[in-house]
């Protein structure tokens, strides 16, 4: 997804990341919900959504914002809002996964994968193919 440093909720998400990688969780959840609280379109919306899940310490939580940033994914018409899809499917599958729903689990791992082709072959397309693979070969042993 691409990055706008002139868009305010672009920017109060990058501190928010700064913070977190400063082991300031809490300033950093502070700082995504205000993105979410004062975002004014879908992709901003997707944006916070996508950052405000990555910071709940409950499954059901994260699951919740995670289908809200992807309900918002599917909505906008947007390059680098799409590319996200597979990283998506996947944060959903695993919170499927975690709640000992298999076969959501399981079916949202093969979203993951269905959108997964365009991934580009780098660390973090790498990282995202292997953890869909994963979880669909522990979900099948799980089924």
């Not at 990555?54 to 499954?59: F, G």
Request: net charge negative; with cysteine.
């Amino acid at each position: 997804m691409l990055f706008d440093p002139n868009n305010k909720i672009a920017k109060l998400c990058a501190e928010g990341m700064m913070r977190e990688g400063e082991g300031q969780k809490k300033e950093a959840t502070r700082l995504f919900q205000q993105a979410w609280d004062e975002a004014t379109d879908d992709v901003e919306r997707f944006t916070a959504a996508h950052y405000v899940a990555r910071h709940q310490d409950d499954v059901a939580a994260k699951l919740k914002w995670d289908e809200t940033a992807l309900h918002l994914a599917l909505t906008v018409n947007d390059d680098g809002v799409k590319e996200a899809l597979p990283s998506l499917y996947l944060n959903i599958a695993k919170c499927y996964e975690d709640l000992s729903d298999m076969e959501n689990a399981g079916k949202n791992y093969q979203l993951a994968l269905s959108y997964a082709d365009p991934l580009p072959d780098n660390g973090y397309g790498r990282m995202i193919r292997g953890g869909i693979l994963d979880g669909m070969e522990r979900t099948r042993k799980m089924a």
